[in-house]
């Protein structure tokens, strides 16, 4: 069992019991570990508290993870604001999963910050605003914001208080964030936490056929355009990225959460060990960025954008326009890895 601090378990004990309206919230795009944590806690949280409960996330929930129990009761701030906002503002207690600061939840970082809610941070994630929040149960060497999420409630409620629904939540989590243990899962506890999930008769076949088994049409012949199309192989200096703009995304109807894992095959190419994701949105690009080398991206991404993540995954946003962006990425790629 990992050991977390005694006093600050008892204070989120006491948080949740004794608050009246509590707000979950996860970053935009939200990926398997940003739903799989925010689920698993709203039924661990409600199964110990009266309050009334709202889970929230900035942008649209994906189709993908529609099997999660919860999934249908998320408040979207694209389609409802006014309620999001509100949610946070009157909140007693604000528990933030799976993100390090404000900025990742866009629109709804000025009510973040401005709420007078006691705000409790679950997150696997480099540089935590400590200023922010008030609470933090923050460790990077975790896997996945679902293993600190295991670890967390069964230290707290043991073991007994994370039943199967809630395991099915955290297990996918703990899936996407390591592509099914194929990555960031060094540490022995992560299969620790997964074989203690799986106990619970969560069909692991089942959730691997729901996550990697859901392309659509569109979507595959997408992945063959830009395999085909938008892969630019640096292999001088063994790296590879791909660039989508808005046309291109509206050619094949895709949305954020279809190009999820996609920046993940530059990294299938034996010569290859830094990939990037370049995707145009109407006033940023947003980027993806992955290593399986020596190199640390989310260094890179941090002195490039003020992006951050982890060493061998990170992400970042950029205000150059798509072209610009791709310019840079490839010049200062290029310096730091023949620097390297």
Request: hydrophobic fraction near 40%; proline fraction near 3%.
């Amino acid at each position: 069992m990992i050991e977390f601090d005694k006093k600050d378990i008892a204070v989120f004990r006491s948080l949740i019991e004794g608050s009246h309206s509590i707000a979950l919230i996860s970053h935009t795009n939200a990926d398997g570990d940003a739903m799989g944590s925010m689920l698993g806690t709203k039924r661990v949280v409600e199964a110990h508290s009266k309050a009334k409960i709202t889970m929230l996330l900035p942008s649209p929930r994906p189709d993908v993870f529609a099997y999660l129990p919860g999934y249908g009761d998320i408040v979207v701030d694209s389609d409802n604001h006014e309620g999001c906002t509100k949610a946070l503002m009157e909140a007693d207690l604000i528990i933030a999963v799976d993100l390090n600061n404000a900025t990742r939840v866009d629109n709804l970082a000025q009510a973040l910050v401005e709420s007078q809610a006691h705000k409790v941070l679950i997150d696997h994630h480099h540089s935590p605003d400590r200023n922010l929040f008030h609470l933090l149960f923050s460790i990077p060497e975790f896997s996945s914001t679902c293993e600190l999420a295991y670890w967390l409630f069964a230290q707290m409620y043991g073991e007994e208080a994370i039943d199967r629904e809630t395991a099915r939540c955290l297990y996918s989590g703990i899936c996407t964030d390591t592509g099914f243990f194929a990555y960031s899962c060094e540490s022995p506890t992560v299969y620790e936490a997964a074989g203690r999930l799986v106990v619970k008769d969560i069909d692991p076949a089942g959730i691997h056929d729901e996550i990697s088994n859901c392309f659509s049409i569109e979507r595959m012949r997408f992945y063959g355009f830009a395999l085909s199309e938008r892969l630019v192989i640096m292999d001088d200096i063994k790296a590879a990225y791909f660039h989508f703009s808005l046309d291109d995304q509206k050619r094949f109807g895709v949305e954020p959460q279809d190009m999820e894992g996609l920046v993940n095959y530059t990294l299938m190419m034996k010569e290859i060990e830094v990939g990037v994701l370049m995707r145009e949105e109407p006033t940023r690009v947003k980027l993806s960025f992955r290593a399986k080398g020596d190199f640390d991206v989310s260094t890179f991404a941090n002195k490039l954008f003020g992006g951050g993540g982890h060493t061998k995954a990170a992400g970042a946003n950029s205000t150059l326009g798509l072209e610009a962006t791709v310019e840079l990425v490839e010049q200062k790629l290029r310096e730091a890895l023949e620097k390297q």
